[in-house]
């Protein structure tokens, strides 16, 4: 088991030692780890996501952070080919920002966004020849990871979108590979092997290419009915205050999109227990680059890659409705 280490190293901002030692400080779930994967709730956390309507991702993040699951780091929200206008995005996420805020919660970051256009596939079909975007988010990615990750403890990057900034932050700093794990929301499972294609898989492909080859990847493949975490019996139970507020105006989009396809990402790696299964897996790259989705995943005991087949859906629920009834006084 590793070590839990507070920052020490010379020149790391107060801010990100704050997020860190916030994390230590208020464990108030179970304290057991989520050992099928190489990362936890100890592990700071950057959200990675395009649209803000069609999950409980945003709010699963700000209540695990306060109740002693993975510290938020920073929050990127990009423009996707399925959600493509950036304002409307960014606008719902500072939306939930405020909320958190509002509502009293603390170390709640701001909303970082930027449109980085899907990669092109250089000439010569090498990764490392990439024009890369340099968007805004990939330098987060790049500077957050400097100023956070440790050698047992690296960022994770949870990503309900395509896999475009993760990939451009590579291009402009390969050495962040050695300290991000990317935890993708994404593709589909049919044993042994997996696919990297819809959800999200099929928005940027050859993103889905370099990141699956570069990258420690963890890719949640199971989902489950999200109708039943926030009920119409339960909307009285919610807490009185912007959170509240924002979780019941939410939930009719919530009932048109029944399956969980983004915060399973960060319950897989959040949620002690909610990731029941996991399989060791690589790229296949054998047979060439297809320009609809990224590689197939194979299995591989000592692959980058970990892709998650079996989660505990009811820990979902019972989880949130833990935290939320919790602290209910955090903020009026």
Sequence with gaps: MRRIRRPCREGLSVAAVGVLLFAACTATLDAGFNRPLP???????????????GDWLGEYAVLLAKSGGPPLAGII??????????????????DLVNAARASRLPNIPDVTSSAGAALTVPANGQIDSTTA????????????????????????????????DLADAYLIDHAVVDRVVVVAALGGYSGPNASMNAPNGDMDPW???????????????????????????????????SLGDRFATKRPNIINVPQAA??????????PGFTV??????????????????????PDPNGNVWVVTQIAAPLARSSLWKMLLAHRPFGP
């Design 277 to 298: 299964a996991a399989q060791r897996m690589s790229p296949d790259i054998s047979g060439g680059f297809d320009g609809t989705q990224g590689p197939p995943l194979v």
């Design 133 to 164: 975007n340099n968007s805004l988010n990939a330098q987060l990615i790049r500077d957050l990871s400097t100023q956070l990750s440790q050698p047992d403890l690296p960022v994770v990057v949870v990503s309900g979108t395509s896999l475009t």
């Design 39 to 53: 990362v936890d709730q100890r592990n700071p956390v950057i959200l990675y996501q395009d649209d803000w309507s």
């Design 262 to 271: 983004d915060q399973v990402a960060l319950l897989a790696m959040g949620l």
């Design 77 to 94: 929200v990009n423009a996707s080919k399925t959600w493509g206008d950036l304002n409307i995005n960014t606008s719902g996420w500072n």
């Design 207 to 241: 993103a889905d290419w370099i990141v699956a080859q570069r990258f420690r990847y963890i890719q949640v493949s199971a989902y489950y009915d999200q109708t039943g975490d926030v009920t119409t019996t339960d909307l009285p139970n919610l807490p009185q205050n």
